[in-house]
């Protein structure tokens, strides 16, 4: 199967309801230009939740690396995009 970007951005979305768990989240417009703190107002320990269900969605994508190189802040500015244009880009079978 062949993932494009916007199947990446429905996995994130996926995760972030999973995490947050509540009725107001199901109804909250997740695309790729919303962040994880900004737009979405997570706290660290839930953008850290989504992180662990991204790579286990997705193991071969190399998340640790990508993200041991960013402090908490810019980890928190990330948004949805970015983080589906990373897994794209990190394995050309996603790609779209």
């Known amino acids: 199967m062949v993932m494009t970007q916007e199947l990446a951005i429905r996995a994130i979305r ?3 309801h999973q ?3 509540e009725e107001w ?6 695309d ?3 962040s ?3 737009g979405l107002e997570l706290d660290s320990i839930e953008i850290a939740k989504v992180i662990e269900i991204m790579l286990r ?12 190189q960013m402090a908490m802040q810019q980890i928190a500015g990330l948004t949805v ?4 244009a990373f ?8 790609a779209a």
């Not at 989240?25 to 997740?30: G, K, P, R, S």
């Not at 995009?81 to 589906?84: F, S, T």
């Not at 897994?87 to 996603?94: C, F, K, V, Y």
């Open 14 to 16: 996926d995760a972030v």
């Open 36 to 38: 994880l703190s900004g």
């Open 57 to 68: 969605r997705f193991p071969t994508v190399d998340f640790e690396s990508w993200f041991g």
């Open 25 to 30: 989240a199901q109804e909250m417009v997740i």
């Open 81 to 84: 995009g970015d983080i589906a």
């Open 32 to 34: 790729g230009d919303t």
């Open 19 to 21: 995490v947050v768990g």
């Open 87 to 94: 897994i794209a880009s990190s394995r050309p079978e996603l």
